[in-house]
């Protein structure tokens, strides 16, 4: 399992840093985007798909890491108001919920991706299949820290929100 975590750090990592990086990406070229069409008159043709297409790379790279420290959106008050052995079944039969997601998404983005291979972004004369690439591949992202959390919960590091676990955990002995 030790490895596991280790390959899970390192994915994670790797997909908050590109997911990083192409937001930077998004950034710049829209504001090359509004100062071309507003400063120049001339608007670019290719930095608008380019931005669109970096920032869903962004989203679907920028989950894993979400999941990996615990900023999704949650319902913790739930979670924090029951036992904390109802708490983490709860957190983890939320967790095997997102893994069925995130599996209907991979497959249904994958579908989409072979689809669509044939068409090609507008100026660029590059596959969308590229863009559509986002969902399948990062859904593996996505797993991958998934099961991370769902294997550091069971080894007892899942902590509340609420940071006192020490007196819930005296009351429920």
């Keep these: 399992m030790s490895v596991f975590l ?9 997909a908050l ?32 798909v380019i931005t669109r297409s970096a920032m869903i790379w962004s989203v679907f790279l920028g989950v894993a890491p979400a999941f990996r420290e615990g900023t999704m959106i949650a319902l913790e008050f739930i979670q924090t108001a029951l036992p904390r052995k109802l ?3 709860l957190y983890q039969f939320s967790m095997v919920l997102s893994l069925v997601f995130f599996a209907i998404l991979f497959w249904q983005g ?5 689809r669509v291979t044939g068409q ?10 590229w863009v559509y690439a986002a969902l399948p591949i990062g859904s593996v992202f996505i797993w991958i820290a998934i099961l991370g959390c769902m294997i550091r919960a069971a080894q007892g590091d899942w902590p509340r929100p609420d940071g006192d676990d020490a007196t819930r955990a005296e009351g429920q002995a």
Excluded: C, D, K, N
């Design 87 to 89: 708490g983490l079944a």
């Design 110 to 114: 994958w579908a989409m991706t072979e």
């Design 17 to 48: 840093w590109l997911a990083m990086a192409l937001l930077v990406i998004a950034t710049a070229l829209a504001i090359y985007q509004v100062t071309t069409r507003f400063a120049f008159g001339r608007p670019s043709t290719w930095s608008e």
């Design 120 to 129: 090609t972004l507008a100026a660029l004369q590059v596959s969308i299949a």
């Design 6 to 14: 280790r390959f899970e750090a390192v994915t994670t990592r790797v």
